[in-house]
Each structure stands twice: as C-alpha cells, then as structure tokens.
C-alpha cells in the first residue's frame, strides 16, 4: 500500500461546472493513476445541476472539495484551485475530460 505524505507530488486541479454527466469520470480517471501520489482540488463554479451530488459520491482522502457558491468563471476557479493545491508539480484537467491511466507517472517521470 502507498503512503501518502501532506505534501504530493502532484495536485489534480479541477474546476467544475455543470458537468454532471462526465465529472464522477474525470475524476475516475485521476483515481486509477498508475502514479498515486496526488491530491485532487476540485472547486465547483456555482453548477445548477447535480455536477455536486456527483462529486460528493466520492469518498477519497486525497480530494479536496470545495464549493464556490455562485458563478464566477472558470479563470476564477482554477486561480482559487492553485491557492489551495499543495503538490510540488500541477496538472490541469477539465471537469469533462480525461486523463489516461499512466498520465501522471510518464510526466512526473
């Protein structure tokens, strides 16, 4: 098993809105990282559908949720996700997007 440090080696920054029907799969696809020293950031942009339930399933030490409130953009978001992350590098993922499985290992490497 992996022991995970305060500090990761990378931090996942998301940020989210209204993408209820691909977010638990972007976020999927981080938590199957062949490379499993992260933390994930993910702030939700005020989404007005159930993109935070979707989130919310999720049950991960190394997320950390956070809820903006009302909409303010997505430079905001990732600008509020970079303040929080605490990795020595950062990788940008779109909350409808994803990452392939060795992702992080081949660019850490």
């Known amino acids: 098993m992996t ?4 500090i990761p080696t990378v931090s996942v920054i998301i940020p989210a809105y209204n993408h209820e029907k691909f977010v638990s799969q972007t976020i999927q696809s981080v938590l199957d990282q ?3 020293d992260f933390e994930l950031v993910i ?5 007005t559908d159930r993109t935070v339930a979707k989130i919310r399933n999720f049950d991960d030490p190394r ?3 956070f809820f903006g409130g ?3 953009g997505s430079p905001v978001v990732t600008h509020h996700n970079l303040d929080h992350a605490r990795g020595r590098y950062i990788a940008f993922l779109s909350s409808d997007d994803l ?8 660019q850490v490497r």
């Open 3 to 6: 022991q995970h440090s305060d």
């Open 34 to 36: 062949t490379f499993q």
């Open 43 to 47: 702030t939700d942009d005020g989404s």
């Open 63 to 65: 997320i950390r949720f």
């Open 70 to 72: 009302k909409n303010q």
């Open 99 to 106: 990452f392939m499985p060795e992702k992080l290992e081949k």
